[in-house]
Structures are given as structure tokens and as C-alpha cells.
T-cell receptor, first 114, second 117 residues
Framework: DAKTTQPNSMESNEEEPVHLPCNHSTISGTDYIHWYRQLPSQGPEYVIHGLTSNVNNRMASLAIAEDRKSSTLILHRATLRDAAVYYCILRAMNYGGSQGNLIFGKGTKLSVKP | TAGITQAPTSQILAAGRSMTLRCTQDMRHNAMYWYRQDLGLGLRLIHYSNTAGTTGKGEVPDGYSVSRANTDDFPLTLASAVPSQTSVYFC????????????????FGPGTRLTVL
């Protein structure tokens, strides 16, 4: 079962920032927080990941709460192309076999209005 | 660079027939995965392979088999298809096996839409 909780859907206006929340109250010390997104009719694509510190890359920023029980994916200026389902996923480290596999929940469907 | 290719793009299959979904990656990734995506259920892992010659079961392996004869190819076979296997199937790969590296992005193919009647 997925160990994260996300809103089913969110709306944003184009060119405005978007904050996508994720709750993971049972996160363990070895869990990394990953975000993937899935554009319509495409396979998922990696967005960003982090452990404790906030992270930035060319696509987005990841803000992680001090107690690590929640995180927020930040899109600084939403574009129409950012309309997608965003998945917040916990990935355990330092395990063999299938324990480090991605477990996708239902994600948040982001709609971007022009 | 092609990345991951999947074939066919879509297929309609009669129940009871067999079918192999093809997946090929050109990134020399060690690990490969098969997921299915059903409406309202998100993606679920079917089988995975940490490296050529090894495979493992995911969350929903029943009715599916895989092989990993070489690094590049990871076919998924349905021996006797049933309507509940109607789904969109995604193949993915990552440089390292899951759980062994901090940065281990999974790259996904475009998917195969399978309908079993």
C-alpha cells in the first residue's frame, strides 16, 4: 500500500506558483521522498527527490518539513504543460530485492488554467 | 537516444490467447520493471529484474511471466489472457537496482494499451 496521502486534484492558473502537498506521517529514517509526474497518455517521469533538506532542480523545488512527516512540491510558474498527475512516493534505501521499488498511489491531478 | 521502446502501442486480444509485450532500452540500465495502470488504481508493479539473468515478483505477478536474457530486453508474457488483464502496461528501467543508490531515477516507456475481450 502507498504510504503517502495527497489531495485528489488541484487547480492552478498559468504563470502562478503551485504548491502540491504530501503527507507521510509514518515515514522511516531511511525513506527518501520522490516525486514523479505523468502527463496525459505518457509514462511517468521523474521530477525530484530528497531526504531531509529542501531541494531544487530545473523542474521544481521540494520543501520537506523538519519532522519529515510532510513535504511540498513547488512549481514556481505553472505552464499548461505542467498539467499532469503528480505522485509523491517514499522509497526505502539500503534494501535489496523489491523493497526499494516505487509504490505509486493515486497522486494529485493538477489542472492548469490559461 | 531512444530510451525505452515498447511494442505494440495497443492491442486487442481474445481471452485465452497468449501475448508477449516487448520492452527494449538502450541506456545499458541494470534494472527493469513492468507496471500496469488501471483507472483509479495508479501504477502497480508486476515483475522486476535487478540485472540480466534475474527476475522477481512485484505486487501483482499472477498471470504474467518475464525473462531477462540480456541487459536490453525485458519481455512480459501473458500465457492465457483474461479480461481483468485489460490495462495500460508500462515498462521502466533504472541504472541501478532499487534500494542500492540514492539517485536512481526510473525511466518509463510510452506504454502498451491492452484490451482483452
Amino acid at each position: 500500500d502507498a504510504k503517502t496521502t495527497q489531495p485528489n486534484s488541484m487547480e492552478s492558473n498559468e504563470e502562478e506558483p503551485v504548491h502540491l502537498p504530501c503527507n507521510h506521517s509514518t515515514i522511516s529514517g531511511t525513506d527518501y521522498i520522490h516525486w514523479y509526474r505523468q502527463l496525459p497518455s505518457q509514462g511517468p517521469e521523474y521530477v525530484i527527490h530528497g531526504l531531509t533538506s529542501n531541494v531544487n532542480n530545473r523542474m521544481a523545488s521540494l520543501a520537506i518539513a523538519e519532522d519529515r512527516k510532510s513535504s511540498t512540491l513547488i512549481l514556481h510558474r505553472a505552464t499548461l504543460r505542467d498539467a499532469a498527475v503528480y505522485y509523491c512516493i517514499l522509497r526505502a534505501m539500503n534494501y535489496g530485492g523489491s523493497q526499494g521499488n516505487l509504490i505509486f498511489g493515486k497522486g494529485t491531478k493538477l489542472s492548469v488554467k490559461p | 537516444t531512444a530510451g525505452i521502446t515498447q511494442a505494440p502501442t495497443s492491442q486487442i486480444l481474445a481471452a485465452g490467447r497468449s501475448m508477449t509485450l516487448r520492452c527494449t532500452q538502450d541506456m545499458r540500465h541494470n534494472a527493469m520493471y513492468w507496471y500496469r495502470q488501471d483507472l483509479g488504481l495508479g501504477l502497480r508493479l508486476i515483475h522486476y529484474s535487478n540485472t540480466a539473468g534475474t527476475t522477481g515478483k512485484g505486487e501483482v505477478p499472477d498471470g504474467y511471466s518475464v525473462s531477462r536474457a540480456n541487459t536490453d530486453d525485458f519481455p512480459l508474457t501473458l500465457a492465457s489472457a483474461v479480461p481483468s488483464q485489460t490495462s495500460v502496461y508500462f515498462c521502466a528501467s533504472s541504472l541501478r537496482p532499487p534500494g542500492l543508490a540514492v539517485y536512481n531515477e526510473q525511466f518509463f516507456g510510452p506504454g502498451t494499451r491492452l484490451t482483452v475481450l
